[in-house]
């Protein structure tokens, strides 16, 4: 079983900073895409942000400039430094893995549980 977890949502001021992290656990083979998505109260999920197994990145337009992702292939982690954050990007934060479980060996694509970033203006 492949399980996700995400960490380091909370309330920020606007202007201010927020790192998320997440770790991939479990019977993982190959971890593929790993990305960011946020939902806000009535609005539909969206993407944040996504890394390649291989590093390449794609941002939403709306964090471009202000958030990067990155990760640590060794650790199955991915982290999202946010900055510059504003009153819109307040929400649940979620991590989605894709990738090959190991047994049984197929492909996988699991979400975490998500973790609340709150916004002050």
């Known amino acids: 079983q492949v399980q996700v977890v995400e960490s380091g949502g909370g309330l920020v001021q606007a202007g201010g900073s927020l790192t998320l992290s997440c770790v991939a656990s479990?019977?993982?083979?190959?971890?593929?895409?790993m990305g960011w998505y946020r939902q806000a109260p009535g609005k539909q999920r969206e993407l944040v942000a996504s890394?390649?197994?291989?590093?390449?990145?794609n941002y939403a337009d709306s964090v471009k400039g202000r958030f990067t992702i990155s990760r640590d292939n060794g650790k199955n982690t991915v982290v999202l430094q946010m900055s510059s954050l504003k009153p819109d990007d307040a929400a649940t934060y979620y991590c989605?893995?894709?990738?090959?479980?190991?047994?049984?060996?197929?492909?996988?694509?699991?979400w975490g549980q998500g973790t609340l970033v709150t916004v002050s203006s």
């Open positions: 479990g019977s993982i083979s190959t971890l593929n895409a």
């Open positions: 989605k893995i894709n990738g090959v479980s190991m047994t049984p060996y197929r492909s996988l694509e699991v």
């Open positions: 890394i390649t197994g291989r590093g390449t990145t």
